[in-house]
């Protein structure tokens, strides 16, 4: 039992030698954050670099750092209005991109080393039916989670309007909104990473039955598969944000501590990724061996039944 | 019943009030002129949210001048439906709270009877007026004629009955649950103010409409106040706890207040009643004290400060935040005391208000404050270093001076009580936590009061001037700004220029004189000006009666080589060639030439922007790390500067102290020429590429983030 437990999770971080897969996702990541922070820099420039307040910023001089802070905002308000939308955009283009390569890391993983036309091939070939399946999942994500939060908030208004705040009741029933919601989260998402990794098994299936399969896949390992999922959240989570974290807390006034500061950075853009390929690693081992069943279980047969040939016809 | 007398009782209260303070000139809080004394009994019916009460009003006429007519506040009809002035100009919500829309959230009083001096009742003569022009169903300023005109300095005592339905809190006052907040709750009359009171030409009502955006004002006097409710409350109220009274299942709290302006109150059956003192000798720390001394010029023991009876009010589940209150109320206790005067009274509540009626808090009454709602959510590692509970503690215990004893007129002049505390807490509040008092984060970053307050002064148009009656703003956010934000930051300009000295003198001498009673702009600025010496009109025309703008920048700054003569030239002793300056033989090698050290012009031009004409300090610091201060004469608009030196001119800055907090832009005071050197070395470039880092590191998380849709 332990063996079968661990097994999808040990091949997941043994999927983390893919190292290609990770820097180019953290590749990616860093070039959308590029982009998307580029209208701030000339305002760095013409107020950070050419005025004091670099200087009070970077030394966090007392007083003076944070009203050159606050005043850096409302100097360069539109900079920074130019900023969030192209980094909204560029979310966008990172959700695209991840569309794309799910695509081709699916094919690859497990299978030993791969040059990146294998890994953009399958990608390629993949791609409107990892956005079918987004789109899918979304639906699903925004229908369920509207009816259990929108549900939950006015069952809650409705139950506990008299009881103060600090009632067990109030503690509760918010606790319950927070993980009910998670566990919805993490149940799509486990179908919705099955559904595009069907295509590893079944190159042509179609979007709705990719589904199929991946409900199949799953059924009678829910626990499983959710604890591994959870496994990978919290993996990837505390990488993720200690290093996040850790790159806040460094001062990083001269040079070489800024350079380190933006190692740190990177780090923490690596670890999401690295996350990412190891949960994928996880899935393949997780699905292959139920993938045969699993894709039975899609195939549509109809049947046409021989109609027995009308009395006194005889046959030839 | 009511009585009439027209004895004269004024030259008697003066006489004794110029001879105590004759007694102790150094004594903060000189007794208040008695106008009113309250005595009220009311009932609280727990379930149908309502009050029942009698009160018996004793008024004295404080002018020369008869009165036919008596003002009154029933201010608890500013709740009373949708076509309020309050809820007109609110739009029914007010600092982020809505007021609720079902038929059990309305509030509303009924003055029921009013019997004046011959037994007659005045109610149905009485009638609901619009002093300010405001929405004619608007029924919280009552009139009420009189039979016979009070005469000058005679008083009136009238007996009325009340009954009144609180409102669900939203703004201040009412109730949530079984919590009850309950403030501007009875019939109070209002400020009649003779001729020369706050640059008055004539006496008359100083009576407003409860608005969106005004505070309180009315007479200091004496109360006595009886509040019953169902025993199984707790309750707390203006003023100090005389008896306690069963009577089945009901218990009478009565309290007194003398020298007071106001009575507010709270019941609840779940609070957490903690009571502490504040004992001088532990909770003032000796530096604190002596910082005080040195700034009032005054000996420590001149500034003794006086025990104190608290009581914190804690709701439950709010336990976390027992020290904080407690501590930060001392603090302010030993602030205010220390530097403006000792608290007079025995006794201060400070309340926690539950976190679904936050609409109760941050608000003052006498001897009696709401603090900010404690969530939780504040007493986590991350968020325990935002200082909202101090802030909120030490600005509304702040208000027992700015509004509480030094009486001003908040619906007029609203700047001289939320405005002048803001300043006293910043003061406060850095004096207990540094430079960051307002908030400090992990990673050592954090913020002051003092940014945050230009922040809000630079983020906002400058529409208003400081001075303008509460409701004759252009805007709510202008009312605040002009109200609390940007006197602070007048305040602190004052400072820094009349120094720390004389600014805390002056101040304290501003409370000392105006100690219960009700000045005005102008009192202020005469109190000013007396103790520092300097004429200070600018400062009233430009930035409190004006919306005078300062905003001193580095215009332009550039550094080149010193060029000197070169060339062939006809002088009085005949033809030369120079070479640098220097007189060569034109046969002369060119390498056998003397090398001249180099030399540098530096100009600078830094201007005014604004259009309120102050001086400035200008500082020009150069690569080998020379610096050169110029004071910029306060009539100037600009000024260019020319400096020859061996080396380059690394920044230059205008104001690099920080001295003028009225400056609108600080990002446009400095510019930056060279890398630098030595004593002059600036590291902007390096800061520029480490938050261009920072923005892009947050924009790639960002992405990340989205991964879980993808």
């Not at chain 1, 091939?121 to 956005?131: D, I, L, Q, T």
């Not at chain 2, 007996?159 to 109730?175: M, N």
């Not at chain 2, 400062?539 to 080589?561: F, I, P």
Request: hydrophobic share 45%; with cysteine; net charge neutral.
């Amino acid at each position: 039992m332990m063996i079968d437990e661990r097994g999808p999770f040990a091949r997941g971080l043994d999927a983390l030698s893919h190292w290609k897969l990770v820097f180019l996702l953290t590749l990616v990541s860093a070039i959308l954050g590029i982009s998307g922070a580029s209208p701030i820099y000339p305002a760095l420039e013409e107020h950070v670099a050419d005025t004091l307040a670099g200087d009070h910023m970077i030394r966090n001089a007392p007083t003076l750092a944070p009203a050159d802070v606050l005043d850096f905002v409302k100097e360069t308000a539109p900079a920074i209005a130019g900023a969030r939308a192209a980094s909204r955009w560029a979310g966008l283009l990172g959700i695209a991109i991840q569309i794309f390569l799910a695509g081709g890391i699916i094919g690859v993983l497990g299978r030993g080393p791969f040059g990146f036309g294998q890994l953009f091939e399958p990608a390629r070939r993949n791609f409107w039916h990892n956005a079918k399946c987004c789109l899918i999942f979304l639906c699903a994500l925004f229908i369920a989670l509207s009816v259990w939060v929108g549900g939950g908030f006015y069952a809650r208004r409705k139950m506990f309007a008299t009881s103060p705040p600090d009632a067990a009741s109030h503690r509760v029933s918010w606790w319950v909104l927070v993980v009910g919601a998670f566990l919805i989260y993490a149940v799509l998402s486990i179908l919705y990473d099955f559904a595009r990794a069907a295509r590893r098994f079944s190159p042509t299936i179609g979007a709705w039955r990719s589904f199929r399969f991946a409900r199949a896949a799953v059924a009678g390992a829910w626990g499983r598969a959710i604890r591994i999922w959870i496994a990978w959240f919290v993996l990837g989570g505390i990488g993720w944000i200690g290093l996040l974290f850790a790159a806040w807390l460094m001062p990083a006034v001269s040079l070489p501590a800024v350079l380190v500061n933006f190692a740190v950075m990177l780090a923490a853009l690596a670890a999401r990724s690295a996350a990412r390929v190891g949960e994928w690693g996880s899935w393949i081992a997780f699905l292959e061996p139920r993938a045969r069943r699993a894709a039975a279980s899609t195939v549509r047969i109809r049947y046409t039944v021989a109609q027995a040939p009308p009395p006194g016809i005889q046959a030839l | 019943m009511g009585k009439f007398s027209g004895r004269s009782w004024m030259p008697a209260a003066l006489a004794a009030a110029a001879a105590l303070a004759a007694a102790n000139a150094s004594a903060a809080a000189p007794p208040s002129p008695r106008i009113v004394d309250y005595r009220i009994q009311v009932a609280l019916d727990p379930d149908r949210k309502t009050l029942e009460g009698t009160e018996h009003l004793v008024w004295r006429n404080p002018s020369g001048d008869p009165i036919p007519e008596l003002r009154f506040h029933t201010y608890l009809n500013a709740f009373k439906n949708n076509r309020t002035t309050f809820m007109l100009e609110s739009g029914g919500q007010l600092r982020g709270d809505e007021a609720g829309s079902d038929p059990e959230d309305w509030g509303w009083i009924d003055v029921l009877s009013m019997v004046g001096p011959d037994g007659r009742d005045l109610r149905p003569s009485s009638r609901f007026v619009q002093p300010d022009g405001n929405a004619p169903s608007d029924e919280t300023v009552l009139a009420v004629p009189l039979a016979a005109p009070v005469p000058p300095h005679g008083e009136i005592a009238l007996d009325i009955k009340f009954h009144a339905k609180l409102p669900r809190v939203f703004a201040r006052t009412g109730f949530v649950r079984d919590y009850f907040l309950v403030g501007q709750w009875f019939p109070k009359i209002g400020v009649y103010e003779p001729a020369g009171v706050r640059e008055r030409k004539s006496g008359g009502w100083n009576c407003h409409a409860f608005h969106a955006n005004s505070e309180f004002y009315a007479d200091y006097g004496n109360w006595d106040v009886s509040i019953d409710v169902p025993s199984k409350f707790v309750v707390g109220a203006t003023g100090k706890r005389v008896s306690e009274t069963k009577n089945g299942a009901r218990t009478t709290y009565r309290y007194v207040q003398d020298n007071v302006h106001d009575f507010a109150w709270t019941a609840d059956p779940r609070w957490i009643s903690i009571e502490f003192p504040f004992d001088p000798v532990k909770d003032v720390r000796p530096e604190w004290t002596a910082k005080a001394a040195e700034e009032l010029g005054m000996d420590a023991h001149e500034l003794a400060l006086k025990p104190i009876a608290c009581r914190l009010l804690l709701q439950p589940g709010h336990e976390w935040a027992r020290d904080r209150y407690i501590a930060s109320t001392k603090l302010g206790i030993a602030f205010y005391g220390l530097w403006y005067g000792a608290y007079p009274y025995e006794t201060l509540t400070v309340v926690d208000p539950p976190d679904d009626a936050t609409g109760s808090g941050g608000m003052e009454y006498p001897t009696f404050i709401t603090g900010d709602a404690a969530s939780p959510i504040f007493d986590h590692w991350f968020s325990r270093g935002i200082r909202g509970i101090e802030l909120v503690t030490v600005h509304e215990y702040g208000h027992q001076y700015w509004y509480g004893m030094v009486g001003s007129n908040e619906f007029e002049e609203s700047w001289l009580d939320e405005g002048l505390n803001d300043d006293s807490e910043h003061r406060a509040m850095s004096l207990a936590y540094g430079p960051r008092d307002t908030a400090t984060f992990p990673g050592g970053i954090g913020v002051d009061s003092i940014s945050l307050a230009h922040a809000e002064y630079a983020h906002q148009p400058n529409l208003d001037p400081i001075r303008r009656c509460a409701w004759c703003f252009a805007t709510g956010g202008s009312y605040a700004i002009n109200s609390y934000p940007k006197v602070g930051l007048f305040m602190a300009q004052l400072k820094n220029d009349l120094g720390p000295r004389r600014f805390t003198r002056a101040q304290r001498e501003y409370f000392r004189r105006w100690s219960f009673r009700h000045p005005g702009t102008k009192d202020f600025f005469d109190t000013f000006e007396d103790v520092s010496g300097r004429d200070l009109s600018t400062y009233r025309r430009n930035v409190v009666e004006g919306t005078g703008l300062l905003d001193w920048s580095v215009v332009s700054a550039k550094t080149t080589r010193a060029e000197s003569d070169d060339g062939v030239f006809d002088r009085a002793g005949g033809r030369v060639t120079l070479d640098d300056g220097r007189e060569v033989s034109p046969s002369a090698a060119k390498g056998s030439r003397p090398k001249k050290p180099k030399s540098y012009v530096s100009i600078v031009l830094v201007g005014n922007l604004g259009d309120w004409a102050h001086g400035a300090v200008a500082r020009l610091v150069f690569e080998d790390g020379a610096v050169v201060e110029r004071r910029i004469p306060a009539a100037a608009k600009w000024v260019r500067y020319r400096a020859t030196s061996g080396s380059r001119l690394a920044y230059a800055v205008v104001d690099p102290e920080r001295a003028n907090t009225w400056d609108r832009d600080r990002l446009n005071d400095s510019k930056v020429l060279g890398t630098g050197k030595g004593a002059a070395d600036t590291i902007g470039g390096r800061a520029a590429v480490k938050y261009g880092g920072w923005a892009s590191f947050l924009s790639a998380v960002w992405t990340q983030i989205l991964w879980a849709l993808a």
